[in-house]
């Protein structure tokens, strides 16, 4: 059996909050994150989550990856696009691009779609969608 001063031990002093914690004051959790830029996760005294707050989360580079469902529907959609007349001339462009350009424009549409889906400022307008 573990020792549980062991295990605080090695918990940080700052920053932290047992998972029940969390559980049971998630709006804490996030206020902190925010205010700090990441919170602990601790389980049995040891960290094993960080939270973090979205302007950390994009100073590291990180985005989440797509789902294939995700991905597929993008595709659906990047091809309707392709039939309105704003769209002529992008499938000659698709079929000419390499697989490594299709797998870059993929993760560059799903980016977008996810900071237009959390309301964040986008690069560029959706081209042949209308309101």
Known sequence: MSNP?????????????TATEAQNSF???LDEANRKGF???LKYG???????SIENFRASGGH????????????????ERMQVAQGEGAVERFFSMSPEEIGR?????????????AGLPTKRARVGKSA
């Not at 062991?6 to 932290?16: I, Q």
């Not at 040891?46 to 973090?52: C, F, G, M, S, Y």
């Not at 991905?71 to 659906?76: E, G, M, S, T």
């Not at 560059?108 to 237009?116: G, L, M």
């Open 27 to 29: 709006g804490r959790v």
């Open 64 to 79: 989440p990856s797509p789902s294939l469902a995700e991905l597929a529907a993008q595709y659906d959609d990047m091809v």
């Open 5 to 17: 001063a062991k295990h605080r031990e090695s918990a940080p002093a700052t920053g932290a909050f």
């Open 105 to 117: 424009a993929a993760v560059d549409a799903a980016t977008q779609r996810a900071a237009e889906a």
């Open 46 to 52: 040891k960290p094993t989550a960080v939270v973090q």
């Open 39 to 41: 919170v602990y996760i």
